[in-house]
């Protein structure tokens, strides 16, 4: 009888095994792309969060050092000056005239320009365009000549 009751139970098990399915449900299906999504949204959360973190004009230490060879290599040359907002405060400060610049950064959320001469990056401004902050840094020095909201 005991023999009889453990080929019962073998036949059992194997049976119930056959028969369960390795294929997700639907709402396993929908769960895991609402996961997916999840996830998705943190990671364009944090992006944003970056971005604003980028744009709110923090004392970033970023800021007072100068670009890369790489960053320098892949500007450009800002063609038409008096569309930047922040050039009549910088124009005050130096003779931008005097320098060959680079358009290092122009997103939405801040705009970087290298000013050299010979070779030499000598200043960098630095608009915050959310609450329109600008830094004109020396970089020769390492400080801010300029740090004001302009309007």
Same mark, same amino acid.
């Given at each position: ?26 709402? +396993? ?6 996961? %997916? $999504?999840?996830?998705?949204? !943190? /990671? @364009? ?5 970056? =971005? ?7 004392? +970033? ?6 670009? %890369? $060879?790489?960053?320098?290599? !892949? /500007? @450009? ?5 008096? =569309? ?15 320098? %060959? ?51």
């Amino acid at each position: 009888m005991n023999r009889k009751l453990i080929v019962l139970l073998l036949t059992m098990i194997i049976a119930l095994v056959a028969c369960s399915d390795n294929q997700t449900s639907g709402s +396993d299906v929908n769960a895991k792309d609402n996961d %997916t $999504e999840e996830k998705q949204d !943190e /990671s @364009s959360s944090n992006e944003s969060q970056s =971005d604003e973190k980028d744009s709110q004009g923090d004392d +970033d230490k970023s800021d007072v050092q100068p670009a %890369t $060879e790489v960053e320098l290599s !892949e /500007s @450009s040359e800002p063609s038409n000056l008096e =569309d930047f907002i922040e050039m009549d405060r910088v124009m005050k400060e130096i003779d931008v005239d005097s320098y %060959t610049l680079h358009l290092v950064t122009d997103n939405p959320g801040k705009r970087v320009i290298i000013y050299t001469k010979d070779e030499n990056q000598l200043y960098k401004s630095v608009y915050i365009k959310r609450n329109a902050l600008l830094k004109l840094i020396d970089l020769q020095e390492n400080k801010p000549v300029i740090v004001e909201e302009i309007q």
